[in-house]
């Protein structure tokens, strides 16, 4: 008991001894540093820091909306063939450029121009029934063909005798027979007449048919030649020589480039502000060239996964862009629009809080401040007032120390504001 009283006695008598130490080295330290006093506060150090300092300004900056998307062809296109057969050769391959109209692919064409020919036979065989030549392009009236002249020239002649032996006013001239046979004779022909024109009829009809075929036979041994519909690069070849191809089987893949389309996803909160005809600026590579476009497409829904609004632009002749690159965008919403800015080296960043020291009456004051845009170096700020003079990287500066300035010039403007 008496062994842990004196222990205990012991234990406060060096407690006391490192106190008295701390309080003493603690008044050496004050004699050759100052206190740092509370915001507002008055220091002990009459030592001044010499401090650069900017003055916070209004000026018109552009407000704009940023965006991330990706270049996206203009056009995209699969060609396939239209007809079946043989591939007999292709033309082209991954990255070749091609001309609008160039002949990438060929279907083999011997069946097609065969059935071309046949066709042509027939057509030419229904043109020698009508009585017309190859040259004769229009049929015009049936009664210029020649089956139908010829029954109408039998019915005026029938006709004609008739008339003549009605004429013959003597009685007994003519026998009834005579007569009816004429009058027989008339409507026979007329029968021929209705008769002729109904072949002609069918002729006609069947030289149509003959024609159509003709045509389709010549469109097929056409569509055997695959041609580039725009110009553009071939982004994948997808068949071969030799290989027999059914009616709509891919050959290559085309994207146009000599446009290409920007899309961005503008965030939902932000879409209000989007409007055709905003300039867009834009870089495929943080380092890289910025480009320029125009808005010329709004999405007119709210994509319901990303909750993004689509936006696209045309961009034409854009050297060194790529379909699929990775793009970041800026959509100008407002030219010119009035806002105070400072130097973003100005700012002490702690915790998500931004911070700035204004000189006031000689010392460093430190503000609380909430940020806008950013405008090349500078970058504009809520919280501080025009004219206003903030340190410019402030470092280790704390609040309340006494500052000077490092140029007559800013003395000048701190006279001029403290005035």
Do not use: C
Not at 348 to 367: C, I, K, M, T, Y
Request: net charge negative; proline share 4%.
């Amino acid at each position: 008991m008496v062994r842990s009283r004196r222990t205990m006695q012991a234990l406060i008598f060096i407690a006391i001894i490192a106190v008295a130490g701390w309080v003493i080295h603690h008044h050496a330290d004050g004699e050759h540093e100052p206190v740092t006093p509370a915001q507002g506060g008055t220091p002990t150090s009459t030592a001044a820091r010499e401090v650069t300092v900017a003055m916070v300004q209004q000026e018109p900056i552009e407000r704009f909306v940023e965006a991330v998307g990706a270049m996206h062809p203009l056009e995209e296109v699969t060609l396939k063939v239209k007809v079946a057969g043989r591939l007999a050769e292709v033309l082209a391959d991954l990255g070749d450029q091609l001309d609008q109209g160039q002949v990438v692919a060929r279907v083999e064409q011997k069946d097609y121009d065969l059935e071309v020919r046949r066709a042509s036979a027939q057509v030419d065989q229904a043109l020698a029934l009508l009585g017309l030549d190859n040259n004769s392009q229009g049929l015009g009236d049936l009664e210029q063909l020649s089956l139908v002249r010829q029954a109408r020239a039998t019915l005026q002649e029938a006709e004609r005798h008739l008339r003549r032996l009605q004429q013959l006013s003597q009685p007994g001239a003519i026998s009834e027979a005579e007569r009816d046979n004429a009058e027989v004779a008339v409507e026979l022909a007329s029968g021929k007449l209705e008769d002729a024109l109904q072949e002609a009829r069918h002729r006609v009809a069947t030289l149509t048919e003959r024609r159509a075929t003709l045509a389709i036979a010549e469109h097929e041994l056409s569509e055997t030649i695959l041609r580039a519909p725009f110009e553009g690069a071939v982004t994948q070849r997808l068949a071969d020589a030799g290989e027999y191809l059914q009616v709509g089987e891919p050959v290559l893949s085309l994207v146009r480039t000599d446009t290409l389309r920007l899309r961005l996803e503008v965030p939902e909160r932000l879409a209000p502000h989007i409007q055709l005809g905003q300039t867009v600026r834009f870089q495929a590579d943080q380092q890289g060239e910025v480009f320029e476009a125009r808005v010329e497409r709004l999405s007119p829904v709210i994509e319901p996964g990303s909750r993004v609004l689509m936006v696209e632009a045309q961009v034409a002749g854009a050297e060194g862009l790529r379909p699929g690159s990775f793009v970041r965008g800026q959509i100008v919403i407002e030219a010119e629009d009035p806002a105070l800015t400072l130097p973003a080296s100005a700012l002490v960043s702690f915790a998500g809080v931004q911070r700035v020291f204004v000189v006031r009456d000689g010392r460093a004051v430190e503000r609380e401040v909430s940020l806008g845009q950013r405008v090349g170096s500078r970058v504009e700020v809520h919280g501080l007032d025009a004219g206003e003079l903030v340190v410019l990287e402030p470092g280790n500066l704390r609040a309340g120390t006494e500052v000077s300035f490092a140029t007559p010039a800013a003395a000048q403007m701190a006279g001029v504001h403290e005035g």
